[in-house]
């Protein structure tokens, strides 16, 4: 596994967390824990621009090892 692949892998993980806090937050009606899932959702959201904005890097700027085997494989 690359480090894109492990990436994305983290970034479907990060989605579906954050999927989990919103659907919970529309459910809860207890103002404390509302605030928990919203709180954790958000931060979820924070954590799923790092790893876009890491992919995006390693995709405009590979590594040298990503671009020999990417040239191996043409």
């Known amino acids: 596994m690359d480090s894109l692949e492990f990436l994305q892998d983290a970034l479907r993980d990060k989605i579906s967390s954050q999927k989990f806090y919103n659907d919970a937050a529309i459910e809860i ?3 404390s824990a509302l605030q928990l ?3 954790l959702r958000d ?3 924070r954590h799923i621009e790092i790893l876009q904005k890491e992919m995006e890097a390693i995709k405009n700027k590979p590594f040298t090892v990503t671009r020999i ?5 043409s």
């Open 43 to 45: 931060e979820e959201m």
């Open 37 to 39: 899932m919203l709180k």
């Open 69 to 73: 085997l990417a040239k191996l494989k």
């Open 29 to 31: 009606r207890n103002p």
